[in-house]
């Protein structure tokens, strides 16, 4: 059983405009989310995360929200660009229940069109 | 600073044969994990070695085994290999013991034959 939901495989967006990824997740004792990034013949990168206890963080043009009640975060790339097409990974740490390890989404493919 | 690094990048083996990935965590860095990614999927979590030892092992069978040395490097071996084990096995590591972020190597395309 999928804790971890990224229901959309790919999203194609056109450069300059907001890049929407979004992750949703079972398991409420999640603590901690993060958002990778992935290019081909690379291992993922780390992207930005967020707490539990927070609902907004904010790196430069990604922005990252979770919406505790919902079980959903979203990731924002505003303005995309072309060089921000990758794979993205959300992810969830299970503090509690898993001493740390990091629970990964399937990955949404991102193509920034110039 | 050297990043975390993973050998070989490439291999083959066939059914049955036996696997040794090695991974050499970022400077600073004293907690490896171990990850599985077949295609079209998510990273899936193998084992997290701390102190030289196994500290948490997620679901994957006891063919699957590890080793953490003194200089926190670490490797991955995988016994009685099946066609499914095909996959990127990638090697992250983190600092204190506990996953946060992690930082990830380029992994070891394994195919199976």
């Known amino acids: 059983d999928q804790q971890v939901k990224q229901n959309s495989p790919s999203l194609s967006v056109q450069e300059g405009r907001i890049s929407i990824l979004n992750c949703d997740y079972t398991?409420?004792?999640?603590?901690?989310f993060l958002w990778y990034k992935k290019y081909p013949a690379e291992g993922p990168t780390f992207l930005i995360s967020?707490?539990?206890?927070?609902d907004k963080n904010e790196d430069g043009r990604f922005t990252v929200f979770l919406n505790k009640s919902a079980k959903h975060l979203s990731l924002h790339i505003v303005p995309s660009q072309p060089g921000d097409s990758a794979v993205y990974f959300c992810?969830?740490?299970?503090?509690?229940?898993?001493?740390?390890?990091?629970?990964f989404g399937k990955g949404t493919k991102l193509s920034v069109k110039p | 600073d050297a990043g975390v690094t993973q050998s070989p990048t490439h291999l083959i083996k066939t059914r049955g044969q036996q696997v040794t990935l090695r991974c050499s965590p970022k400077?600073?860095?004293?907690?490896v994990s171990w990850y599985q990614q077949a295609l079209g999927q998510g990273p899936q979590f193998i084992f997290q070695y701390y102190e030289e030892e196994e500290r948490q092992r997620g679901n994957f069978p006891d063919r699957f085994s590890g080793h953490q040395f003194p200089n926190y490097s670490s490797e991955l071996n995988v016994n009685a290999l099946l066609l499914g084990d095909s996959a990127l096995y990638l090697c992250?590591?983190?600092?204190?013991?506990?996953?946060?972020?992690?930082?990830f190597g380029e992994g070891s395309r394994l195919t199976v034959l």
């Open positions: 400077s600073g860095h004293d907690t």
């Open positions: 992810a969830a740490r299970d503090f509690e229940g898993s001493q740390g390890n990091l629970i």
């Open positions: 967020i707490s539990s206890i927070k």
């Open positions: 992250a590591s983190s600092p204190g013991g506990a996953a946060g972020e992690l930082f």
């Open positions: 398991n409420s004792m999640f603590d901690y």
